[in-house]
């Protein structure tokens, strides 16, 4: 789990999604761990390529998101 | 007047409550009475007018100051009030997370049954409530927002059509009570069915959420359980959500928290015996 003044955002167990909710909105997002692995593919996010993302624990992978500027597309 | 206690909430019945005054004492065993008591809610049955009275009568139910359904004849009564008081709820009560499904309880662990109309929710909560299980609630999974347990309600199953002659074999216990059915409502013929008696009500504690089953009942269908991903069943608990969208970031919280925890399973069936095994094994 991951929590900023913004946004709360957690992998689900399965690693099925990340889901984040949106402390400005109220709205919540369900990204599906495959969509942001298709984004990494796509190159999306330069710094990291889908491979060495996998191998990150959960919060390693949602604070990878953050520095990249991911989770700003859901604000 | 009348004051009926559900466990959780306390309703204030007012007008004439006659004609269904008999099957609410036995629906709600020392749970009603007709002296004045503080009440969550309000509930006020109307006359529409004189001349309906005289020609074809009608009452309207006055709740909390509005009049959310369309009036009915007064011997559709008994349906409408039990409607009235899930209005209640889950239009008032933002205290707690709201889920529309029904639920079963055994060995200290809930099964959360969301699903549409005619998925058989009300059926399966009824027929297990009756054979061992304890019945929470069969209109929506009340969960505290800290602690994400799920809380029982006093209140009966609500039946519908083929159901009520499915589930009236099991109605055997002294602690049993079929209503009366009402028929040709909006929804079909409806009767309620009481699993417990008040004292065994009053002996439930919170349970943890082990398992959500999203059901669909077929005739025409084999048997077919499957997990499904843990992101589709967030997303379709949040679907059955009342009060999902007004009570924020705790209740994304606790539900990411029971979505993690508990089996979530998409279950096609035909056959109550079939699914009953199942569930037995998602609760030891």
Same mark, same amino acid.
């Given at each position: ?7 709360? =955002?957690? $992998? ?14 109220? #709205?919540?997002?369900?990204? !599906? ?8 593919? *796509? ?21 990878t ?9 859901f604000? | ?16 409550? +006659?004609?269904? *005054? *008999? ?11 007709? *002296?004045? %008591?503080? &009440?969550?809610f ?13 020609? $074809? ?25 039990e409607?009235?008081?899930?209005? #209640? ?11 529309? #499904?029904?639920? &079963? ?28 299980w ?7 999974? =009340? ?14 199953? !609500? ?15 002294? +602690? ?11 929804k ?18 919170? #349970? ?26 967030? %997303?379709?608990v ?18 990411? !928290? ?11 069936? !035909?056959?109550? %015996? ?11």
């Amino acid at each position: 789990m991951q929590t900023t003044d913004t946004f709360l =955002i957690h $992998r689900l167990a399965d690693k099925s999604a990340f889901v984040v909710f949106n402390r400005l909105n109220w #709205c919540t997002y369900i990204i !599906s761990f495959n969509q942001v692995i298709e984004n990494l593919n *796509e190159g999306i996010i330069k710094s990291i390529s889908s491979k060495d993302f996998i191998v990150l624990t959960a919060k390693e992978q949602i604070d990878t998101l953050f520095k990249a500027d991911y989770w700003d597309t859901f604000k | 007047m009348i004051s009926l206690n559900s466990g959780q909430y306390t309703y204030r019945i007012r007008g004439d409550i +006659e004609s269904v *005054e *008999e099957q609410l004492t036995r629906l709600y065993p020392d749970s009603l009475n007709h *002296e004045f %008591a503080v &009440a969550d809610f309000d509930i006020e049955i109307q006359q529409t007018s004189l001349l309906r009275t005289l020609l $074809r009568p009608q009452v309207t139910l006055n709740i909390e100051g509005h009049k959310p359904f369309n009036p009915i004849h007064p011997s559709k009564l008994l349906p409408s009030i039990e409607w009235a008081m899930n209005w #209640c709820v889950s239009a008032y009560d933002h205290t707690k997370l709201l889920i529309h #499904c029904s639920v &079963a309880v055994n060995n200290g662990k809930a099964i959360l049954f969301p699903g549409k109309s005619g998925s058989g929710k009300s059926t399966l909560s009824a027929y297990l409530g009756l054979n061992g299980w304890h019945l929470y609630s069969d209109e929506m999974a =009340i969960i505290n927002l800290d602690t994400g347990y799920v809380e029982a309600v006093f209140r009966p199953a !609500s039946l519908k059509n083929e159901s009520i002659e499915i589930i009236k074999p099991f109605v055997q216990a002294s +602690e049993h009570y079929m209503s009366c059915t009402t028929k040709g409502t909006h929804k079909g013929d409806i009767a309620h069915v009481r699993t417990m008696s008040k004292d065994v009500y009053d002996t439930l504690e919170p #349970c943890k959420i082990a398992a959500v089953l999203f059901l669909n009942f077929d005739k025409k269908q084999r048997f077919n359980a499957y997990e499904i991903d843990k992101s589709i069943g967030l %997303a379709k608990v949040i679907s059955n959500g009342f009060n999902y969208s007004v009570t924020g970031e705790a209740a994304f919280s606790i539900l990411v !928290s029971i979505v993690n925890q508990a089996t979530i399973l998409e279950v096609s069936y !035909s056959e109550m %015996a079939d699914i009953k095994e199942l569930i037995a094994e998602l609760v030891l």
